[in-house]
T-cell receptor, first 116, second 109 residues
Framework: NAGVTQTPKFRVLKTGQSMTLLCAQD?????MYWYRQDPGMGLRLIHY???????AKGEVPDGYNVSRLKKQNFLLGLESAAPSQTSVYFC???????????????FGPGTRLTVL | GQNIDQPTEMTATEGAIVQINCTYQ??????LFWYQQHAGEAPTFLSY??LDGLEEKGRFSSFLSRSKGYSYLLLKELQMKDSASYLC??????????WGAGTKLIIKP
């Protein structure tokens, strides 16, 4: 049981390049999330998904797109990377609907992205 | 706006007790979480409070006062491995987590 995995772990991009970050979970969780973490700031929600085939915008969605074609995978895309997108990106998943149970989120190890 | 405040950094001695405070102003409240994050690693769940009072879990306890918009995380018998950042997060009326910037806890021998 690997939990939540993310690929790649590190990436350096040039301004304007595109890339896709992959998140996979093997816990059969319905809910999946993409966050970014910047120094001195709390985790900020980019996009989330409440089930296969569904996605929704979070707090800071601009410049990112997501897809959830399979229940176990949640992809985050950057179409045209900008230096402001330099950050650590975390994927998370949770088993229950919000408001039910503890709503604990399980996090992946993160992707460190630098945009030059 | 929504706001979560916690101290940026705290220092404590191995074997001692430390209390990390968190105050919040959010649109609605559906629970408060504490997570631990070691440097360069993912956050991991520590505790959850939705009702007022103290929740104890081994060396860690978490307290909530909804009327005051206040929580604290209490760590007893500190160990060197407790050196980490501690993140406070509140689930708002839309069931989304609002995160504080985290408190970096430094443990000295």
């Amino acid at each position: 049981n690997a939990g939540v995995t993310q690929t790649p772990k590190f990436r350096v991009l040039k301004t304007g390049q595109s890339m896709t970050l992959l998140c996979a979970q093997d816990m059969n969780h319905e809910y999946m999330y993409w966050y970014r973490q910047d120094p001195g700031m709390g985790l900020r929600l980019i996009h989330y998904s409440v089930g296969e085939g569904t996605t929704a915008k979070g707090e800071v969605p601009d410049g990112y797109n997501v897809s959830r074609l399979k229940k176990q995978n949640f992809l985050l895309g950057l179409e045209s990377a900008a230096p402001s997108q330099t950050s650590v990106y975390f994927c998370a998943s949770s088993p229950s609907a919000p408001g039910q149970g503890t709503d604990t989120q399980y996090f992946g190890p993160g992707t460190r992205l630098t945009v030059l | 706006g929504q706001n979560i405040d916690q101290p940026t950094e705290m220092t404590a001695t191995e074997g001692a007790i430390v209390q990390i405070n968190c105050t919040y102003q959010t649109s609605g409240f559906n629970g408060l979480f504490w997570y631990q994050q070691h440097a360069g690693e993912a956050p991991t769940f520590l505790s959850y409070n939705v009702l007022d009072g103290l929740e104890e879990k081994g060396r860690f306890s978490s307290f909530l006062s909804r009327s005051k918009g206040y929580s604290y995380l209490l760590l007893k018998e500190l160990q060197m491995k407790d050196s980490a950042s501690y993140l406070c997060a509140v689930m708002d009326s839309n069931y989304q987590l609002i995160w504080g910037a985290g408190t970096k806890l430094i443990i000295k021998p």
